[in-house]
């Protein structure tokens, strides 16, 4: 009789909490904007350029991080990774002026490089059976969400007890806390057929594709209202939301404050983006991709677009998280498989990872432009609706994607 591989390897567990661990902490920097502005004195621009140069510095890593891998091996690059994300946590801890927060924060952008979706994936799917292989990435994908789900609240109630500075001593020790699985992680080592062809080949051909750069700029959108929400929902719920009911249920379990209802947004948005990302792998197997990811882009236009023409109250906070949670992370296994469907899985690696820097161009705009324009109007509106715009922009430019094509050999099946 035979036996079928087991899912939940050793690999994949080990995968799993270190991304977790790695994008809880990401996701609660935007509960620390109002602290840390508040104690200095700064613009709201300021910190939010800190935050965006991590965004930046994040897109940079992830493919020389992957480098990195294949060249000294996985754990190696994921304790470098932890290291580097510790240090610029610690760093953070002891700044005091804005430039010394946005330096610092190239160091924690790197270090979720290291620790992040482009090295632990390419363990975690080397170390999966054929038949697991889909499922173990999207369990390890969902697993950034589960970190998003706890980080943001997390950060409030220890910002409620202690400093800002201790939070992020607390999260450098948990960041480095993870090595310790590190020894149960084992994987085949990376095969040097793909390394083979060159890499300026293989960037020049994709980019004499119309439909690689469609894909390649149809993910700007997705990085700048992530990361801008990310950021900045926490602050903007905090200041332009209405009152909570003391009577209702969002007291009744302990959210009496918008500034608590701005970190269990950040909360809700990850738990929902669990479902929607496991529903987008499971439907992009079956359904055109590139309509997929036009349809996921619309909805968050539509929802994004109604959250900001109604009042903003603690009910329609809700609603919109779950709504744009659905839709988070679900252009991850879409955007991924329709580049392996369309180049091939050799040359994945490299050309998810530009596209990604497509994505980390748009979050380090986002979250830019999200502090200078409040500093400019007050409020939060202006950026929002240009959030609105470039949604409908990318769900445009997925349409004239050539999906229905040969692909090449050793790509992914449709």
């Known amino acids: 009789m035979e036996t079928r591989a ?41 910190f939010s350029l800190a935050i965006a140069i991590q965004n930046l510095a994040w897109g940079i890593g992830q493919p020389i991080f992957g480098a990195i891998a294949e060249k000294i091996g996985d754990r190696k690059a994921i304790i470098m990774g932890a290291l580097i994300y510790a240090a610029g946590l610690v760093l953070s801890s002891f700044a005091v002026t804005p430039g010394a927060h946005q330096f610092y924060e190239i160091f924690v952008g790197f270090g979720i490089a290291g620790t992040g979706f482009g090295v632990i994936l390419a363990v975690v799917g080397r170390a999966s059976s054929d038949e697991n292989r889909s499922m173990s990435l999207a369990i390890a994908t969902a697993a950034g969400s589960a970190g998003q789900v706890f980080g943001a609240p997390l950060a409030e109630w220890m910002l ?49 594709d119309p439909s690689y750069t469609l894909i390649f700029l149809g993910f700007f959108s997705c990085g700048y209202q992530l990361a801008f929400v990310t950021a900045h929902f926490p602050a903007m719920i905090t200041e332009m939301c209405g009152a909570i009911d003391p009577s209702g249920t969002l007291a009744a379990i302990g959210v009496s404050t918008t500034s608590a209802l701005g970190a269990v947004a950040i909360s809700l948005i990850g738990l929902a983006n669990i479902a929607g990302t496991l529903l987008a792998g499971w439907a992009g197997k079956r359904y055109s991709k590139k309509y997929l990811l036009a349809a996921i882009y619309t909805g968050r236009t539509i929802a994004a677009a109604a959250f900001i023409i109604f009042p903003i109250t603690p009910t329609s ?98």
């Open 6 to 46: 087991p899912l939940f390897t050793p690999v994949l567990l080990v995968g799993c909490a270190i991304i977790l661990v790695s994008f809880a902490i990401r996701a609660s920097f935007g509960v620390f904007q109002i602290p840390i502005a508040d104690e200095f004195g700064w613009a709201r621009a300021e």
């Open 160 to 208: 409620g007890f202690m400093s800002w500075q201790t939070t992020f001593l607390v999260f450098a020790a948990a960041i480095l806390g993870t090595l310790l699985l590190l020894p149960m992680m084992r994987a085949p080592a990376v095969s040097k057929a793909t390394l083979e062809e060159n890499m300026g080949q293989i960037l020049v051909k994709a980019f004499k």
């Open 317 to 414: 906070v809700i609603i919109f998280s779950i709504v744009m949670g659905s839709l988070w992370l679900a252009t991850v296994p879409l955007t991924s498989g329709l580049v392996a469907h369309l180049y091939g899985l050799r040359n994945m690696g490299t050309l998810y990872g530009i596209v990604f820097f497509s994505h980390q161009l748009g979050s380090f705009l986002g979250v830019w432009l999200g502090g200078r324009m409040y500093d400019m109007y007050g409020d939060y509106t202006m950026v929002w609706w240009i959030g609105v715009g470039v949604g409908a922009f990318s769900a445009i430019v997925h349409l004239p994607i050539r999906e229905n094509r040969t692909p090449p050999a050793g790509a992914l099946a449709a």
